[in-house]
């Protein structure tokens, strides 16, 4: 494996970064391809995931927010396909003795001349998000599509989050052992739709809670700055100030 090199898409249009992502992943033949053609398909998603927003702002015609869509959709299944190949690639490298099995730790002689997952510029939880990925697909051949296509079905925007939640339950079902249905646990109530919305609003603040490091804060910040001379950040300050407005009157139920 090899550091990523630059990706020269800038300028490209929408269906041109797709189809490059697609391409890039099929010719791939090393770890750092496969991470070129990842990023070539992060791309192609957060552009198509924009251009969405900005028709949905517009008033766009339902077509035309649709195939935007459909966009975030396809990028999203490039993208799961080029983690699945990471997760083998990196799999192979530490059975193969060049990278870390415990991803940094350089306490012994042979972890100091091996490289890292950091040194490969990758983050752990990168490899573990690659890793759900696969073994879900594993468990449930054609997840990702089913999962994409059914969000795209319904109207709904196909985005990382939704796929990542269908992704991590898939995952835990398949490496939970199967049981009878008699076993199944007779006085389980389901949430009423009431706390199923709790449920979510106390999910959301207490994930948010442990993103939000002063590590990831910092960069999130920086983020901001470099954003701001974008077309579209109008979209993401409207986005974050409805956020904020509807987390300060959920704090205020707590005060009254």
Do not use: C
């Amino acid at each position: 494996m090899t550091a990523l090199t630059p990706i020269p898409l800038a300028g490209d249009n929408l269906p041109g970064l797709i189809d490059r992502a697609a391409t890039m992943l099929a010719s791939a033949k090393t770890a750092a391809e496969v991470l070129e053609a990842r990023e070539a398909a992060g791309l192609a998603y957060d552009v198509a995931k924009r251009a969405a927003r900005l028709k949905s702002a517009k008033a766009a015609h339902d077509d035309l927010v649709a195939a935007a869509h459909r966009a975030q959709a396809d990028a999203l299944e490039i993208e799961a396909a080029a983690k699945r190949r990471l997760a083998d690639e990196y799999d192979a490298a530490q059975a193969r003795g060049e990278v870390k099995r415990n991803g940094g730790d350089r306490s012994t002689v042979e972890d100091r001349n091996t490289a890292s997952a950091a040194d490969l510029g990758l983050r752990r939880d990168q490899i573990h998000d690659a890793r759900l990925i696969r073994d879900a697909e594993a468990a449930e051949p054609g997840l990702v599509r089913r999962t994409l296509e059914e969000r795209l079905e319904r109207g709904e925007e196909p985005t990382r989050a939704a796929l990542r939640k269908m992704v991590v339950d898939a995952a835990m079902r398949g490496m939970r052992p199967q049981r009878k249905a008699n076993r199944r646990n007779p006085l389980y109530v389901p949430p009423t739709p009431d706390q199923a919305a709790w449920q979510h609003v106390t999910g959301t603040f207490r994930a948010f809670a442990e993103w939000a490091t002063e590590e990831n804060l910092s960069r999130a910040q920086q983020g901001m700055h470099a954003a701001r001379g974008g077309q579209f950040h109008h979209l993401d300050v409207a986005a974050i100030a409805a956020g904020s407005e509807a987390f300060a009157k959920i704090k205020e139920w707590f005060d009254a």
